[in-house]
């Protein structure tokens, strides 16, 4: 199933104004943001409205967040409050501060050029859109990613090659795989991404990361049984030795041949749907790191969850908000994801308190 992709969120022109902003945003300090009526008719736009979700585009074009919209108000420009103000994150101390730089803005030639109006002005009764959103998922740049998926790999691999050979067929919390048929899902979910970038490129808007857990046949219990049972298949027709060199292998290719190939190479999932490369290599990091935590219980060990994709998944499922979870919940990054994903069943007060946070809640099998 095919997707429509979401819109860009452009801040300013390209350019050191749209770095500042985008790098307000990024650490949190900048929440609201101010339009122009004017500009969305021009640009034969709708109006945002609280819910709605689009890309953080920076100056190069490349996306690098999920913004939600929380609050949108139409309001002259003389009722533009302090709080408003300050919440563009531009260090703005007083309202006439903030007019006085969006003034430059709008007045500046690349505005007027760009509505086509080389005396373009606004006065008090100029109507805003004054609009508040927040950070609803981090979208990390291809680098992130790659160091993650290698990261978490190999911490796998190190694990379960210290682990008994007999300890592989111990039971996971997802019956009725067994460590060696966990492990073979995660393993088998990497090396897809090979058989990808040999396929054609794929047509059509592509899907970001948490579209792609929708809840839909993709997650449905004939899929996931398909799942379940390809899995443990493979893996019974392997020794646990086999199993772990044929992971090392397909997580060297892996690595390499997305440390060669463009972020934004549009790639086909197995169930249709177009996805950059690096998007969809955050869902493998998901796959590693969450499949990981169900792996180290069902061993008895310390969850070897790696700082790297640990930031990837927190940034998907919370934004900016993870730490901020974390603490409230006074759990580690391995509590945090384990309760976020399922893993640990949450009390209505957690879960209170994580939707009010704004997690992103995937489907998973």
């Known amino acids: 199933m095919v997707y429509d992709s979401l819109s860009d969120y452009e801040l300013g022109f390209p350019g050191p104004l749209r770095d500042k902003l985008v790098a307000a945003v990024?650490?949190?300090?900048?929440?609201?943001?101010?339009?122009?009526?004017?500009?969305?008719?021009?640009?034969?736009?709708?109006?945002?409205s609280p819910g709605q979700r689009s890309t953080l585009i920076d100056s190069d074009g490349q996306p690098v967040a999920i913004l939600e919209v929380t609050e949108v108000r139409l309001v002259p420009l003389d009722e533009?409050?302090?709080?408003?103000?300050?919440?563009?994150?531009?260090?703005?101390?007083?309202?006439?501060?903030?007019?006085a730089g969006h003034e430059s803005f709008w007045h500046s030639d690349e505005m007027r050029g760009y509505l086509g109006r080389p005396d373009?002005?606004?006065?008090?009764?100029?109507?805003?859109?004054?609009?508040?959103?927040?950070?609803?998922?981090?979208?990390?740049d291809a680098t992130t990613v790659e160091a993650a998926a290698a990261a978490e790999s190999a911490a796998l691999i190190a694990a379960l090659r210290a682990a008994p050979p007999a300890d592989l067929d111990r039971p996971t919390c997802c019956p009725p795989?067994?460590?060696?048929?966990?492990?073979?899902?995660?393993?088998?979910?990497?090396?897809?991404?090979l058989a990808m970038l040999?396929?054609?490129?794929?047509?059509?808007?592509?899907?970001?990361?948490?579209?792609?857990?929708?809840?839909d046949e993709r997650f449905s219990p004939p899929a996931d049984r398909e799942r379940v049972d390809s899995a443990q298949d493979f893996a019974e027709r392997r020794t646990p030795a086999e199993l772990i060199d044929w992971f090392e292998e397909q997580a060297a290719q892996v690595v390499a041949r997305t440390a060669g190939t463009p972020g934004s190479r549009l790639v086909t999932t197995r169930h249709?749907?177009?996805?950059?490369?690096?998007?969809?290599?955050?869902?493998?990091?998901?796959?590693?790191?969450?499949?990981?935590?169900?792996?180290?219980?069902?061993?008895?060990?310390?969850?070897?969850?790696?700082?790297?994709?640990?930031?990837?998944?927190?940034?998907?499922?919370?934004?900016?908000?993870?730490?901020?979870?974390?603490?409230?919940?006074?759990?580690?990054?391995?509590?945090?994801?384990r309760?976020?994903?399922?893993?640990?069943?949450?009390?209505?007060?957690?879960?209170?308190?994580?939707?009010?946070?704004?997690?992103?809640?995937?489907?998973?099998?």
Not at 26 to 35: A, F, N, R, V
Not at 178 to 192: D, K, P, W
Not at 342 to 364: K, M, N, Q, Y
């Open 26 to 48: 990024l650490d949190g300090s900048k929440t609201s943001s101010t339009g122009l009526l004017l500009g969305y008719e021009h640009d034969s736009e709708p109006l945002p």
């Open 80 to 99: 533009i409050d302090l709080a408003h103000a300050i919440d563009e994150g531009e260090g703005y101390a007083s309202v006439a501060d903030w007019r």
């Open 120 to 140: 373009f002005t606004v006065d008090d009764d100029t109507v805003a859109v004054a609009e508040r959103f927040r950070v609803a998922s981090l979208i990390p």
């Open 177 to 193: 795989w067994t460590v060696r048929g966990e492990f073979a899902h995660a393993a088998i979910a990497l090396s897809r991404t």
């Open 198 to 215: 040999d396929a054609p490129r794929p047509p059509g808007p592509p899907v970001d990361t948490a579209r792609y857990y929708s809840p």
């Open 272 to 337: 249709g749907d177009p996805m950059r490369l690096t998007d969809f290599q955050v869902t493998r990091v998901v796959e590693l790191a969450v499949h990981g935590l169900d792996l180290a219980d069902a061993l008895g060990v310390a969850p070897w969850l790696t700082p790297q994709a640990a930031g990837v998944v927190e940034g998907l499922l919370f934004g900016l908000s993870a730490p901020r979870a974390a603490r409230e919940l006074d759990v580690d990054r391995a509590g945090l994801l």
């Open 339 to 365: 309760r976020a994903t399922g893993r640990v069943v949450l009390s209505d007060a957690e879960h209170a308190r994580l939707r009010e946070l704004g997690i992103t809640w995937l489907t998973l099998g």
